[in-house]
């Protein structure tokens, strides 16, 4: 098992910049997919980003594709997600995400896939 926690949401004007982490307990951080998924006030959860295991490969939803990147750092047990060039619709309360599968490329974005869920922080960005 893994327990996640979030970090790093906050109040960032259009245009700004915000690092969200995801840190992991247990030993076998490594071993798990990784992702970040978000819901809007009056929307399903919807995802963001993935990484395999690995890190080697990442997963974009096309709504975030060249202003978010995730990443994942095993010695310390933590995942990030820098989310630059933010926009008011950006806003979510944002959810890290484990999985002990070896999940498809479809599969990367289904939220059901994955066991593990941290609590969510809030991302607010005014226009």
């Known amino acids: 098992q893994v327990q996640l926690v979030e970090s790093g949401g906050g109040l960032v004007q259009a245009g700004g910049s915000l690092r969200l982490s995801c840190a992991a307990s247990?030993?076998?951080?490594?071993?798990?997919?990784m992702g970040w998924f978000r819901q809007a006030p009056g929307k399903e959860r919807e995802f963001a980003a993935s990484?395999?295991?690995?890190?080697?490969?990442?997963y974009y939803a096309d709504s975030v594709k060249g202003r978010f990147t995730i990443s994942r750092d095993t010695a310390k047990n933590t995942v990030y997600l820098q989310m630059n060039s933010l926009k008011p619709e950006d806003t979510a309360v944002y959810y890290c995400?484990?999985?002990?599968?070896?999940?498809?490329?479809?599969?990367?974005?289904?939220?059901?896939?994955?066991?593990?869920w941290g609590q969510g922080t809030q991302v607010t960005v005014s226009s």
């Open positions: 990484i395999r295991r690995s890190g080697g490969s990442t």
């Open positions: 995400a484990a999985s002990s599968d070896p999940l498809s490329f479809y599969e990367l974005g289904l939220g059901s896939r994955y066991a593990y």
């Open positions: 247990g030993r076998t951080f490594s071993s798990y997919v």
